[in-house]
């Protein structure tokens, strides 16, 4: 029943490794996000994709890659991990199109600890 | 870039306490969404706003729209322990899509 998904919750690295978090919603929705929260709770987006088509991509390393095989799913590849990735990572997801396009469901997201 | 301001950045308070939040920010927005965050969960939508003027409640929570259009307000009645948690204001000016700063509320029993 979960709407949004992600896996794993945790995920603990040695920098310099290659990493990839998992994202499916349920929810019949066009659009699929990715966020970074810092320490400080800070939420910013970093990706977003509408039909497996990227729409937002905000300023972030190309380390960051993320996969969209079909709407229900889009997936974040993080290469070469450095100690400032560390933070929690939140998928969401949103309907589309209306004035409901911006209301964003979230995942429990992925606390990624490099060390 | 856009930056949307919370305050108060924190708040502890009584329990049964009624407690106000603001968020501003420096674009216009034709969209307000409040979203609660408990420890170790994601966002969850709170409270959606389409319309300048609007006043909208869910339960104990009453949002407005501000008329500028670069602000919005958060209040809850009667604060309750679970309703300890971060509150984020969110919207998108244009294409993209921010989220405030954060207010922490905590409620003591």
């Known amino acids: 029943d979960t709407a949004v998904s992600q896996t794993p919750k945790y995920l603990v690295t040695q920098m310099g490794n290659d990493k990839s978090i998992k994202c499916e919603q349920n929810l019949g929705h066009d659009t699929m996000y990715w966020y970074k929260q810092d320490s400080k709770k800070f939420l910013k987006i970093m990706f977003s994709y509408n039909n497996k088509e990227l729409i937002i991509n905000e300023t972030v390393p190309n380390r960051f890659s993320p996969k969209s095989p079909d709407k229900a799913h889009l997936n974040l590849h993080i290469n070469s991990l450095e100690l400032g990735d560390s933070a929690v990572y939140f998928c969401?997801?949103?309907?589309?199109?209306?004035?409901?396009?911006?209301?964003?469901?979230f995942g429990p997201g992925t606390r990624l600890t490099v060390l | 870039g856009q930056q949307l301001n919370q305050s108060p950045q924190s708040m502890f308070i009584q329990e049964g306490e009624d407690v106000s939040m603001n968020c501003t920010s420096s674009?216009?927005?034709?969209?307000w969404l409040w979203y609660k965050q408990d420890p170790g969960e994601g966002p969850v939508l709170l409270i959606a706003l389409y319309k300048a003027g609007e006043l909208t409640s869910n339960g104990r929570l009453t949002a407005q729209f501000g008329i500028t259009r670069k602000d919005s307000f958060l209040n809850i009645s009667a604060s309750i322990p679970s309703d300890v948690g971060i509150y984020f204001c969110?919207?998108?000016?244009?294409?993209?899509?921010?989220f405030g700063t954060g207010t922490s509320l905590t409620v003591i029993p």
């Open positions: 674009s216009i927005f034709n969209t």
């Open positions: 969401a997801s949103s309907p589309s199109p209306g004035r409901e396009r911006n209301t964003q469901y």
């Open positions: 969110a919207g998108p000016p244009g294409n993209q899509f921010y």
